[in-house]
């Protein structure tokens, strides 16, 4: 199998090129050239279209200015096994942060240049190498005349700007005894590391009003202390959230996250606004992470009760107290090191690179946890090795190719040692 992996070498590297330019066309025409490729290496193969306020958020939630709505495709490729081995389901997803500049480039983005052990694109990254991978792992063990075991699944789920087709694809009724989702972390370690924890996440905003002074010169400044600023109100509130903060810092604890960075939970602010020469309105917004043992309804409790506390020592928050917004959420998860499927993993990636893998707790917002919390399903991630994503605000995108070929060899051997 790992033979044919190296005599094809230049196969599966131009699958993966082939996906970076296809993106120029448009979502459809991307999701096109993949199912074609799982139709070429056996797979039935069916196109899912769906819109993503028509899917069901379960243990996350997403509000409406979060959400672009408009149809989105999954593709879902299916190999019946051959016998009662345990079933697989594999995914990625094809969709990039949205095009909009790419003035930063020093590459075309769009022309798959490699330059030494590294292939440039946008998205090749985050996460066309994880479509890739699980494409050209299933292409390798047929041309190896190995066939799995068990059923398995693939699955091109688009995901950003909360497509959900992850969910519209488990809500299709696929379901496997395990997953994996195939995407690389920006640590700079590649497959040394792999997912099977994630935080949970919930990102809120408040606003908070004031009264301009009764006046109507031009210039309020001299008249300031008959209003109310909203500032100074909204000041207030960001110091209830940095006493929560501290609070739960004392309280919260998950020996994961403790180990590997020395707290279990966080409340950071991460916009104030305001504005006038007595400004009316402030706006604060804030992300809180949480350990996979916190419910998402439980952090919302806790901090309206710290806002409502606040409010109720001032004379004008009393009165007139916050409003708060919830922007975006989902729960964590933690699937035991010593699950079957992690076991396998790591097994694999130590085969093939011959070092054996840790885990990373601490990608919060980590799909992997769609499968497990919304069907139950085993979930755990790990990608080859990259940098520069798009999605992180930087440019000249890459992925390692002797680690993308590696990646390759180990999900074919993932595949085939779960599924026997």
């Given at each position: 199998?790992?033979?044919?992996?190296?005599?094809?070498?230049?196969?599966?590297?131009?699958?993966?090129?082939?996906?970076?330019?296809?993106?120029?066309?448009?979502?459809?025409?991307?999701?096109?050239?993949?199912?074609?490729?799982?139709?070429?290496?056996?797979?039935?193969?069916?196109?899912?279209?769906?819109?993503?306020?028509?899917?069901?958020?379960?243990?996350?939630?997403?509000?409406?200015?979060?959400?672009?709505?408009?149809?989105?495709?999954?593709?879902?490729?299916?190999?019946?096994?051959?016998?009662?081995?345990?079933?697989?389901?594999?995914?990625?997803?094809?969709?990039?942060?949205?095009?909009?500049?790419?003035?930063?480039?020093?590459?075309?983005?769009?022309?798959?240049?490699?330059?030494?052990?590294?292939?440039?694109?946008?998205?090749?990254?985050?996460?066309?190498?994880?479509?890739?991978?699980?494409?050209?792992?299933?292409?390798?063990?047929?041309?190896?005349?190995?066939?799995?075991?068990?059923?398995?699944?693939?699955?091109?789920?688009?995901?950003?700007?909360?497509?959900?087709?992850?969910?519209?694809?488990?809500?299709?009724?696929?379901?496997?005894?395990?997953?994996?989702?195939?995407?690389?972390?920006?640590?700079?370690?590649?497959?040394?590391?792999?997912?099977?924890?994630?935080?949970?996440?919930?990102?809120?905003?408040?606003?908070?009003?004031?009264?301009?002074?009764?006046?109507?010169?031009?210039?309020?400044?001299?008249?300031?202390?008959?209003?109310?600023?909203?500032?100074?109100?909204?000041?207030?509130?960001?110091?209830?959230?940095?006493?929560?903060?501290?609070?739960?810092?004392?309280?919260?604890?998950?020996?994961?996250?403790?180990?590997?960075?020395?707290?279990?939970?966080?409340?950071?602010?991460?916009?104030?606004?305001?504005?006038?020469?007595?400004?009316?309105?402030?706006?604060?917004?804030?992300?809180?992470?949480?350990?996979?043992?916190?419910?998402?309804?439980?952090?919302?409790?806790?901090?309206?009760?710290?806002?409502?506390?606040?409010?109720?020592?001032?004379?004008?928050?009393?009165?007139?107290?916050?409003?708060?917004?919830?922007?975006?959420?989902?729960?964590?998860?933690?699937?035991?090191?010593?699950?079957?499927?992690?076991?396998?993993?790591?097994?694999?990636?130590?085969?093939?690179?011959?070092?054996?893998?840790?885990?990373?707790?601490?990608?919060?917002?980590?799909?992997?946890?769609?499968?497990?919390?919304?069907?139950?399903?085993?979930?755990?991630?790990?990608?080859?090795?990259?940098?520069?994503?798009?999605?992180?605000?930087?440019?000249?995108?890459?992925?390692?190719?002797?680690?993308?070929?590696r990646a390759i060899k180990v999900t074919s051997k993932v595949i085939s040692n779960w599924t026997k």
């Amino acid at each position: 199998m790992f033979e044919e992996i190296d005599r094809n070498q230049k196969e599966h590297i131009g699958f993966l090129r082939a996906l970076i330019k296809e993106q120029t066309k448009g979502e459809e025409a991307l999701q096109s050239l993949i199912a074609e490729r799982f139709e070429e290496i056996g797979f039935q193969t069916e196109i899912i279209k769906s819109r993503p306020s028509s899917i069901k958020m379960d243990h996350e939630f997403a509000a409406e200015d979060e959400i672009n709505d408009i149809e989105r495709i999954t593709v879902v490729g299916t190999h019946h096994g051959t016998g009662d081995g345990k079933s697989l389901l594999i995914y990625g997803h094809p969709d990039s942060e949205p095009i909009t500049t790419t003035e930063d480039w020093t590459r075309n983005p769009f022309s798959a240049v490699i330059e030494g052990d590294r292939l440039y694109g946008y998205g090749v990254a985050d996460d066309l190498e994880g479509i890739a991978i699980m494409t050209e792992s299933l292409a390798a063990l047929r041309n190896a005349g190995i066939n799995p075991g068990g059923d398995v699944h693939i699955g091109s789920a688009t995901t950003k700007q909360n497509a959900r087709g992850i969910i519209a694809l488990l809500d299709k009724g696929y379901k496997a005894d395990a997953c994996i989702y195939l995407h690389p972390e920006e640590t700079g370690v590649g497959m040394r590391e792999f997912q099977n924890i994630t935080p949970g996440i919930l990102n809120f905003r408040v606003a908070v009003v004031g009264i301009e002074p009764d006046t109507r010169n031009p210039g309020k400044t001299a008249f300031s202390h008959l209003g109310v600023n909203a500032i100074d109100k909204g000041i207030l509130v960001v110091e209830a959230l940095k006493a929560l903060d501290l609070e739960r810092g004392e309280r919260v604890s998950f020996e994961m996250f403790n180990d590997k960075v020395g707290r279990s939970t966080n409340l950071i602010v991460t916009k104030f606004k305001g504005a006038g020469d007595v400004p009316t309105e402030c706006l604060i917004e804030a992300s809180i992470s949480f350990p996979p043992t916190e419910k998402l309804q439980d952090i919302k409790n806790e901090i309206k009760q710290c806002i409502t506390i606040a409010a109720r020592t001032d004379s004008w928050l009393s009165k007139n107290p916050p409003t708060i917004s919830w922007l975006f959420g989902g729960e964590g998860m933690d699937l035991s090191i010593n699950h079957p499927i992690c076991k396998t993993v790591i097994e694999s990636i130590e085969t093939v690179t011959g070092e054996k893998p840790v885990s990373n707790p601490m990608h919060a917002v980590s799909s992997i946890y769609n499968p497990y919390l919304y069907s139950g399903i085993p979930s755990i991630a790990y990608g080859p090795l990259c940098g520069n994503l798009t999605q992180n605000g930087l440019h000249d995108e890459w992925v390692d190719l002797p680690d993308f070929v590696r990646a390759i060899k180990v999900t074919s051997k993932v595949i085939s040692n779960w599924t026997k």
